[in-house]
Structures are given as structure tokens and as C-alpha cells.
């Protein structure tokens, strides 16, 4: 018989506790609206400090991923950037060469060129001391 009663005071629409709060709910006393509260409280403050604990580290490890894949990214892309340079020196290398021993630089060295212009010593590109090859068919 109690028990019934706790439940329609509990819920109750038309009950006066539950216009004024919650904590009428519990009883009128104040040493219950105190535990009640330091209950609540008690409970509160851990589940809030882990969530936020929680929150930085998940945001730590994104920025730390978010900065290693960009160094990988920095150096993948510095790599390349190497091999294609050394790649454009061998080849100029080899024209050069081919130059040395007067013979015209062959067509496969210069593939990756759009055009290539030797300058003899002593002289600027004019049409007398230059030669020009166009390298993209």
C-alpha cells in the first residue's frame, strides 16, 4: 500500500512537489535535500572530469596523426622532388656529355624537356652562339 503511494507522489502532475522542484519530491527535510544534492554532486563531478580528460586526449592524438601525416606527406613530397632534380641532372650530364665529344645530344635524354638551349663560353644565347632542340615531339 506504501508502495503505491510513493509512486503517485512520485508521479504526480498535480502534486504541489512537482511545481516547485525536484527536491520536494525526496521529502521536505533539509538533511535529505542535502544528501540528495551531495549525491548528486557526487556523482556529477567524476563522470564530467573524465569526459573531459577524455575530450583532450582524443583531441591530443588528432592533432599528433594530423602532424605526422603531414611530415610524411612534407617528405614523400620533398623526396620525389629530389629524385626529379638528381633525374634532370643526369640527364643534362649526359648531354653535356655528348656535347663534349661533339656529337648532338640524343632525343631520349631530353624527354622530360620542353626545350634546351647550350650557351657556348664567352657569348650570350643569340643565334650564332647558341643551339637550340626541341625536345617534346
Known sequence: MAHSWVARKIFSVSGTANR????GIIGGSSLARYTFLLFTFAALVPVLYIAYLSYE???QQLRDQSLEQSRQLSKSLGMELFRRVDNAATR????ATDLQRGNDPATDYLEDFGR???VVPGGLPS???AKHWHCRH
Request: proline residues 0%; aromatic residues 0%; hydrophobic residues 45%.
Open 20 to 23: 516547485r522542484s525536484i527536491l
Open 57 to 59: 586526449r582524443v583531441s
Open 92 to 95: 643534362l650530364a649526359r648531354v
Open 116 to 118: 634546351l638551349t647550350i
Open 127 to 129: 643565334q650564332s652562339k
